[in-house]
């Protein structure tokens, strides 16, 4: 199972970008699949989730209003669209597959992750 995560970049406060994860050899319909991010020398954070058929979604309150968590399970992708971004959000953000399709918040409960993309946002 791989997840290719892509999509990040440089931009300023106030911009926008939309990551993508696409995940081969998984059936990701039957996965949660989240974004986490991890700012040089801070732990890895939870940003967002959504399950699989019901597309119910949970953020992070730092994001909430600003990223929305998206999925196509035709094309085992999921997407992050990151909009008003702050200096604060940059960090490399990963996306994660759960194979219990719930709300989950914490590292260890993920299954597979993706290698990352940065996004860096500058003031």
């Known amino acids: 199972v791989q997840l290719q995560a892509c999509g990040g970049g440089l931009v300023q406060a106030g911009g926008s970008l939309r990551l993508s994860c696409a995940a081969s050899?998984?059936?990701?319909?039957?996965?949660?699949m989240a974004w986490f991010r991890q700012a040089p020398g801070e732990e890895r954070e939870f940003v967002a989730v959504?399950?699989?058929?019901?597309?119910?979604?949970h953020y992070a309150d730092s994001v909430k209003g600003r990223f929305t968590i998206s999925r196509d399970n035709t094309k085992n992708t999921v997407y992050l669209q990151v909009d008003s971004l702050k200096p604060e959000d940059t960090a490399i953000y990963y996306c994660?597959?759960?194979?219990?399709?719930?709300?989950?918040?914490?590292?260890?409960?993920?299954?597979?992750w993706g290698q990352g993309t940065q996004v860096t946002v500058s003031s």
């Open positions: 050899e998984l059936t990701s319909s039957r996965y949660s």
């Open positions: 959504i399950m699989s058929m019901l597309r119910i979604t």
């Open positions: 994660a597959a759960e194979l219990g399709n719930r709300l989950q918040v914490l590292v260890s409960e993920y299954d597979y």
